[in-house]
């Protein structure tokens, strides 16, 4: 019996599901947050933005940061998934993990994850399925829970 982990994510929220075989309905394991993307980021900054010195002379300029706030968040949010699926991997709770989420926050899971964790994604859609309910998603990915499906990356 092949355990399959199915990842369905996007920037604010996620869900954790696990599956035994295709045929069966999937079964929620975890659900998880990320409340601070919701939020505005008015609430998150200063009423101005940082300042720095002209090298010559007493002049001063604002800055604006490299990244936005919602950017470190979804990160931050991102890294959280992976330390979650790298607990299940080291504790051998899955052979397979399915991972569903638009591209972008696709990218960001891959940036935080290490590698023997991106080994274990056998597959990938980059939707953003979160919405749905369990039986829908198990529509999308059944398909993608055979162990003899090669790894593949469905757009």
Known sequence: MT???????????ARLFESTRRDEPLHQLESFLNPDVRASARQFTTDHPPTVN???????????????????QTMRFARTLAAALERGRTERRYERLVVAAPAKFAGALHGQCAKPLRDSITAEIHRDLVTLSPTEIHERVAPLLEPTVPRSEIA
């Open 54 to 72: 002209e090298s010559v002379g007493f002049a001063r300029h604002s800055i604006e940061p490299h990244t936005t706030l919602r950017s470190k």
């Open 3 to 13: 355990i399959t982990w199915v990842l369905v994510a996007d920037g604010s929220r």
